[in-house]
C-alpha cells in the first residue's frame, strides 16, 4: 500500500519514537510505501528550525535514515481538487493524490471534511487500530 503522510505525523513520530505515532510510523515503513513531498520535507524542515532549533541536526539525521519514495510535483491548476480551508494544506492534499497513495494520514482536523475516495484519509489512531492489529 502507498502512504503519504502529512509532516506533523513524521514529526511527532521522530520526536517520539517509542509513541504509538513513532510505532506507527515505524509499520509503514516496514510494511508499506511510504510517500513523502518535497513540499512535506520542507515544510518540516521550518518547523524544526523555528520550534526545535537545538534538534535540527537529529531532524536531519532521522529523514535521512528513513526509506521513502520522494515525489516533487508542481501543481499549477489547483481548482481540480477539492477545496480544504487552510491554503497551505493544499499541496499536501494535491501531491498524496496526484503520489497515486492509497492512504493519507494526517493529524490535522481541516482533513476531516474532505470526502474523497483515494486517497483515503485517516489520523494516526485510526491507521493503528485498522493496519496494527
Known amino acids: 500500500m502507498r502512504i503519504f503522510l502529512d509532516s ?3 514529526i511527532s513520530a521522530g520526536l517520539f519514537p517509542e509513541s504509538s505515532v513513532g510505532k506507527a510510523l515505524t509499520h509503514i515503513v516496514n ?3 511510504l ?6 520535507l520542507e515544510e ?3 518547523v524544526f528550525k523555528e520550534k526545535f532549533p537545538e534538534r ?4 536531519s539525521k532521522f529523514v535521512s535514515e528513513l526509506k ?3 515525489i516533487d510535483i508542481e501543481i499549477k491548476n489547483f ?5 480544504i480551508r487552510d491554503m497551505d494544506d493544499v499541496p499536501l492534499l494535491t501531491c498524496a493524490i496526484e503520489a497515486k497513495a492509497n492512504l493519507f ?3 490535522d482536523k481541516d482533513f476531516e471534511e474532505i470526502k474523497i475516495e483515494t486517497p483515503r484519509i485517516i489520523n494516526p489512531r485510526k491507521y493503528i487500530e485498522e493496519f496494527m492489529k
Open 68 to 70: 521513502y519514495e520522494l
Open 105 to 107: 494520514i494526517t493529524g
Open 44 to 46: 518540516m524542515e521550518n
Open 35 to 40: 510517500i513523502l513531498s518535497q513540499y512535506v
Open 56 to 59: 535540527i541536526e537529529y531532524f
Open 31 to 33: 510494511s508499506h510505501e
Open 79 to 83: 481548482e481540480k481538487y477539492p477545496k
Open 8 to 10: 506533523n505525523v513524521i
